[in-house]
């Protein structure tokens, strides 16, 4: 409501700072989109008031806005925050702010946020309120296989060279660009999301293997980011935390949610801080392959501590029981972080030795078309081999429980070979399916809100919209609820660089943070105090 009620107060501003300056009622008014339909980029221009501002914005161009665009996010100074934001008249600047065409869009994206919350306040929180009736959920094989099969050749047609390549060329050596990830992230969480839709127990084995691997991701990409750029700032740790934890915040007090019903935002939490403080550690030496290698070294040690020895883990964790505990217990904890301790560590090591694998392919494809091609049939042979090993063996052989037990140790393998297959290949490393890398981009957002929008009871039964048509039912909660994670996404990131903007010093940050924890405090506060 909060949300809602700021959104009230700047689309209030834009409008009369809009009828003032405009000498058209529709033109001030008018969504932009409509505007782009009816009038021409001329036209446009001309619909500018002397002294205003352009309600278009032009497509802006460079670097940094190829970046920001492919990021979906768009920079604090952008979004108009002041750049000086202390404590004794930081109401003032945020009223400035709020009447300002930054505080608008913030406050259009704060909107759909307070009502995505709603909506699943209303689907799956108070009972009393509740609009939607649930049902079991039901398991049809032959359904949830056509499904993974019908999104896969949709996904087919959507197929993009990827933004990292840098020729397409056979010599052309990008391993593990970022659409390539983004796309390897996307259709693990389609299958993830589809296997608690319908309760596809004979596939949990694969999942595992899949959460792994989201783990791995972590330890790679943020191991890259600290040894490339260096920043061991305050504001690049708040930031991170603000991505992986404002939303799952927002959802535990507004649903009155326990933190670890979504124990996937605390695992990728403690890999990132795992990254975090083993990069900080002696990072002026960083360049050394001894003390580089010595400190990987040293977190397989602390992981086998922590999770191999018994009793460690309860006495390290116990301080923060009441944070990590699931219906009073941090057995539910433990199990989660178990089953991959080691998968950070084998993600920062692969990012390690990122540089020396790219020059290994690219001598090979520098080698004579006989010499490249038989070497890469012949790894390809072997790591299929190998593949079909782990498959028949481990994958498939064990129950979940036994599967569990030989987990943390076996992972790594699936992992390692789908990456030395997807990268051998030039036609493989250099497209990706753009439907499965865009839905790589919201797998936080579809990963909470699918148990309250898509699904209900926390995950344990479906949300019926239509009666009597499961499958229809299906189609519609499926474009809900992606649409939904969609605008919770552009929310978080457009708050993330509000709150958070680059170059921004500590202290600004803590100010703004601080603003808006105490303005997010007030109604729960107020309803305290009213009860």
């Not at 949830?144 to 052309?172: H, Q």
Request: overall charge neutral; aromatic content about 14%; proline content about 4%.
């Amino acid at each position: 409501y909060l949300g809602i009620a700021l959104w009230l107060y700047a689309e209030y501003h834009a409008l009369l700072h809009a009828l003032s300056t405009s000498p058209s009622p529709f033109r001030a008014l008018a969504p932009t989109w409509i505007l782009r339909l009816l009038y021409t980029n001329q036209e446009l221009a001309q619909l500018q008031p002397e002294g205003g501002t352009d309600k278009v914005d032009t497509p802006a161009t460079g670097p940094k806005a190829a970046d920001d665009a492919e990021a979906g996010t768009t920079s604090g100074e952008n979004l108009g925050m002041p750049p000086a934001f202390n404590t004794y008249n930081a109401f003032t600047k945020v009223k400035a702010y709020l009447q300002s065409k930054g505080g608008l869009d913030l406050a259009r994206h704060v909107l759909f946020l307070s009502l995505v919350m709603l909506y699943a306040d209303a689907a799956d929180g108070d009972p009393s309120i509740k609009l939607w009736p649930s049902a079991p959920r039901q398991y049809s094989r032959d359904l949830f296989a056509f499904l993974n099969v019908a999104l896969g050749a949709a996904a087919l047609l959507t197929i993009k060279p990827s933004w990292s390549t840098k020729g397409g060329c056979e010599a052309d050596a990008v391993i593990l660009n970022r659409e390539q990830t983004e796309e390897w992230k996307g259709w693990m969480q389609v299958a993830f999301v589809l296997y608690h839709y319908f309760a596809a127990k004979e596939t949990y084995n694969m999942i595992r293997v899949f959460i792994a691997a989201y783990v791995w991701m972590t330890g790679f990409g943020n191991f890259s980011y600290f040894y490339i750029r260096k920043d061991f700032s305050m504001v690049r740790l708040t930031k991170m935390m603000f991505r992986l934890n404002f939303l799952v915040t927002v959802v535990c007090f507004g649903l009155q949610r326990q933190y670890m019903l979504y124990y996937v935002c605390a695992l990728h939490t403690f890999a990132f801080l795992q990254v975090y403080v083993t990069m900080y550690i002696g990072h002026a030496s960083n360049e050394s392959v001894a003390f580089m290698t010595g400190k990987l070294c040293a977190l397989v040690v602390f992981n086998f501590v922590l999770f191999d020895i018994p009793g460690v883990f309860e006495v390290v964790f116990a301080p923060l029981a009441g944070l990590l505990s699931y219906n009073g217990s941090l057995h539910e904890w433990h199990f989660r972080t178990h089953l991959d301790h080691y998968m950070v560590v084998l993600g920062m090591a692969s990012a390690y030795v990122h540089p020396q694998a790219t020059k290994i392919l690219g001598a090979l494809n520098a080698q004579r078309p006989v010499v490249r091609h038989t070497t890469k049939a012949v790894l390809a042979a072997v790591c299929l081999w190998i593949g079909y090993l782990w498959f028949v063996h481990i994958l498939v052989a064990n129950d979940k429980y036994a599967y569990n037990a030989q987990h943390p140790y076996t992972a790594w393998l699936p992992i390692l070979l789908f990456i030395v297959l997807r990268n051998m290949f030039t036609i493989l490393r250099n497209w990706h399916m753009h439907l499965f890398a865009w839905l790589g981009r919201i797998t936080l957002e579809t990963y909470i809100l699918q148990l309250h929008i898509w699904l209900s009871h926390d995950a344990k039964a479906v949300t019926v919209y239509i009666d009597g048509y499961p499958l229809i039912n299906f189609v519609l909660a499926t474009l809900l609820y992606v649409a939904a994670s969609w605008l919770v996404f552009k929310a978080t990131v457009a708050l993330s660089d509000a709150l958070v903007p680059r170059g921004a010093e500590l202290h600004d940050v803590a100010v703004r943070i601080a603003w808006s924890a105490g303005c997010f405090a007030i109604p729960w506060i107020t309803l305290i105090l009213v009860v």
